[in-house]
């Protein structure tokens, strides 16, 4: 592997531990303000101003949204074997280029349409209807960056398995691409 694929490598899995990082972080802030908010409404009888907006719009997405350029590189996302166990190795390369190329396209389209609604959502200033105003913007632009994170996730990975520096037997043992 040249240098200059060693060093994206290396950057492509830094951004990808760091979004799984932040999406870790979400979640325990996800935890922290739902439990807080549930005890005040236990004892004091008394709810957190816009709780349900702000776990919804930001902490969810970021929870679920960041994590998928990891699940992406790490492979760990859900697919059946039961085909690709009977195929020849060629025909699995084959078989998981043409998913990541199906994967690729269809993250580009939704980051497109993401990247349009975060344009709009940031124009008009985009806010919550409800008892508290919440801005929606932010919660848009963690979801583009997240679609983003899976969609270099994936390209790099045509390019890895293109260039056979990945090994495509799923019986080779969990993590394909080892630590990230």
Known sequence: MSD???????????VSSGLLGLAGIFTLLMMIH????????????????????IVGYYYMIGSIMLGLA????SD???RVESIDQLMPPLYKRVSL????????????????GAVLRLGKSYQTNEVTFGHHVVTLWPSR???????????????WRIWR????????????????????
Do not use: N, W
């Not at 739902?34 to 907006?53: M, N, S, W």
């Not at 280029?97 to 497109?112: C, D, E, R």
């Not at 632009?141 to 390209?155: D, P, R, S, W, Y």
């Not at 398995?161 to 630590?179: L, N």
């Open 161 to 180: 398995i293109t260039r056979h520096d990945e090994d495509v037997d799923p019986t080779a043992g969990g993590d394909r691409m080892g630590p990230l």
């Open 34 to 53: 739902t439990v807080i908010d549930v005890g005040v409404r236990f004892f004091l009888d008394f709810a957190l101003p816009g709780t349900i907006d």
């Open 4 to 14: 200059r694929a060693g060093y994206f490598e290396r950057g492509v899995g830094f």
């Open 97 to 112: 280029i043409f998913g990541k190329i199906i994967t690729s396209v269809f993250m580009g389209i939704l980051a497109y």
């Open 141 to 155: 632009l963690i979801f583009f960056i997240g679609i983003g994170g899976v969609l270099v996730a994936a390209a």
């Open 70 to 73: 990891a699940t992406e590189l």
């Open 76 to 78: 760990g996302q859900i």
